[in-house]
């Protein structure tokens, strides 16, 4: 009797791209019921040998819509070993783009590798002379096994930059271009990118051959189905609020950013002794911490993480209602990429941000960038008028200030009520 194989969905609309039986059944045992539209997009592109521009929102499913191609071309064509490299600004995205294409590859005999720092470099070297068909890397750790000598470039025939735009502000570009450079001339080249600073113009047009550009909703948007609500709040109230908050949602899955490592600890700390299981990402922590962090959070363990912007780069949790600002980002563009942790591959989102009296021009001026004014809001029964104890700090807990807790909390997955305003 011959092993019964799982049928894929003869109505799968992904069947209308050209790719390998075996890709197909792996994506319709994920449910992947129809492409992303960056997907229907970059997915004919990639697989004619294009060079492709994406300017897609994030968790709209780019990592399928570059991945998909590249394993059907390894595995449709001869090439030598290593044959794709994926790029990724930080460790947890390369991780996750690793898991993603495993899952796409995995009734096929490719292998897949990450290559990122933090960790020892045996397992990658015994991964590497076994030999790897795709590897995903953060750029400091691949230049490493290139000097090494365990690592050779001559063989890559397709290269992806993955959140371009986050691997330029992260200082990368001296070793993107060191890497690019030893990677031969003929090649197919994805650039993937959330915004278009001129800095990553400029790398595209250095580096991609007449390509087809893919975009998907206007430049920089944050993710569709994310509603933005502002609390206005005194700063020394900040963690009351926070706390407060966070009893009201109730959620399974909430990520909190703050802008320093040191304030992310603080909170971890603040939300402990208030019984929330609660984790911290940022990059004073260990790798060995970030993965237990990520994966517990990934897994339930934790209902809360709290983290910095470079840390929670790309990450994709199935399952968070809620990013919450606890301290407004640096930049619009960071703000979108903070929020697009929620909401993402269609589903719905709220992004809260705490707004100190002092970080309304940096709130307007994201205003200004998603082309909407946020609702404010407040919690009822929060008493937002007590004042900074002496030598406050924005973190210092303040007493007595929380009365019962209101039941008016804004939130996409549970709307008691909407919440009171307050005038702008
Ligand atoms: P990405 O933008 O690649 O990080 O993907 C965001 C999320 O969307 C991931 O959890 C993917 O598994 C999921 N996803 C990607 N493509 C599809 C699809 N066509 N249908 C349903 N989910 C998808």
Redesign the pocket.
Known sequence: MTKEKPKIEEHSVFRHFALDERILRAVAH???????PI?EQAIPLALAGQDVMGAAQ???????AFGLPLLHRVLSEKFDKPAALVLSPTRELAVQIEE?LKKYAKHTRLKVLAIYGGVGYGPQVDGLKKGADIIVATPGRLLDHVSRGTLHLESLRMLVLDEADRMLDMGFLPDVRRIIARIPKERQTMLFSATFPDEVTKLSKEILNNPKLVQIGHKSSAARGLTHTAYPVPAHLKPDLLTEILFEINSPAVLIFTRTKHRADRIQKMLTKHKFEVTSLHSDRTQKQRMAALDGFKQGKYRVMVATDIAARGI?V?GITHVINYDLPATSEDYVHRTGRTA??ERLGDALTLVAPDEEVLLREIERHLGQAMTRAALNHFDYTVAAPEKATGLQKTSGTVGPQAKTFTSSHRRPKIPRKMGR
């Open positions: 994920l449910g992947y019921e129809r492409p992303t997907q994030t968790g709209t499913g780019k990592t399928a993603s994709d199935t993402r591959a």
